[in-house]
């Protein structure tokens, strides 16, 4: 069975901080990645997704940027945090571009 | 471009009753995916069902199950014998032919005892 593990679990930083997040996916080859936010009551909206080791592709522009170091790990950052990254960052993975995705646990980040 | 609407912001049913929610969806493409997924309270979201366009018969998974009406681009889940334990919110999603999953804003449900 696939297993999906996000970290951290929940953040507290400044703005203008860096950020990294980041998940492990266990149990599928070259597996279809995306990253996901939901600002707290809101909707799901795609932020990134790779289909490969070491190609991402942009969805939407927040000022974060993902990279996909080994076939099984997933990475967000940023060098400065805003106000506005505040919310409920959710890693995800697909068998191929037109199946159904399941999502890790999140991480809440709250930038203060 | 794709779009997800759910226009019902939150429902309250009565333990073992049947609720319906609604999402309709727009899209130029002919081959187009559909999903709903649940997130619970401790925000753990759960892929539930899926409905391809190019198949005509509703989807069925356990006490969930899906109104397909193509010509109307709608796609309503449909949740028989509630259970205290069915309360989260509910999104409807859509994948076209591209890598981007595009969901509703959600629908709140309540089931009382």
């Known amino acids: 069975a696939q297993t999906i593990h996000q970290w951290p679990v929940a953040e507290i930083k400044a703005v203008g901080s860096p950020l990294s997040l980041g998940c492990t996916i266990k149990?599928?080859?070259?597996?279809?990645l995306y990253w996901y936010w939901q600002a707290t009551g809101g909707t799901l909206q795609q932020l990134f997704y790779?289909?490969?080791?070491?190609?991402v592709e942009s969805v939407v522009q927040l000022n974060l940027s993902a990279s996909r170091p080994k076939d099984d790990q997933f990475i967000l950052s940023t060098e400065k945090l805003l106000l506005s990254h505040s919310g409920f960052y959710l890693c995800?993975?697909?068998?191929?571009?037109?199946?159904?995705?399941?999502f890790g646990k999140g991480t809440r980040l709250t930038v203060v | 471009a794709q779009k997800v609407t759910q226009t019902q912001t939150s429902i309250s049913v009565v333990e073992k009753t049947t609720v319906t929610m609604d999402c309709v969806y727009e899209?130029?493409?002919?081959?187009?995916?559909l999903f709903w997924y649940k997130q619970t309270a401790s925000g753990e979201i759960v892929f539930l069902i899926r409905?391809?366009?190019?198949?005509?018969e509703n989807a069925t998974v356990g006490h969930y199950s899906l109104n397909f009406q193509k010509p109307k681009s709608s796609i309503g889940l449909i949740i028989t014998a509630t259970q205290i334990e069915d309360s989260a919110v509910y999104f409807c999603?859509?994948?076209?032919?591209?890598?981007?999953?595009?969901f509703g804003t959600g629908t709140s449900l309540l089931v009382d005892p």
């Open positions: 899209t130029r493409d002919s081959s187009y995916f």
């Open positions: 409905q391809d366009s190019y198949k005509k």
């Open positions: 149990g599928k080859s070259s597996p279809n």
């Open positions: 790779s289909i490969t080791v070491g190609q």
């Open positions: 999603a859509m994948r076209e032919a591209r890598y981007k999953l595009t």
């Open positions: 995800a993975w697909s068998r191929d571009r037109n199946t159904e995705v399941f």
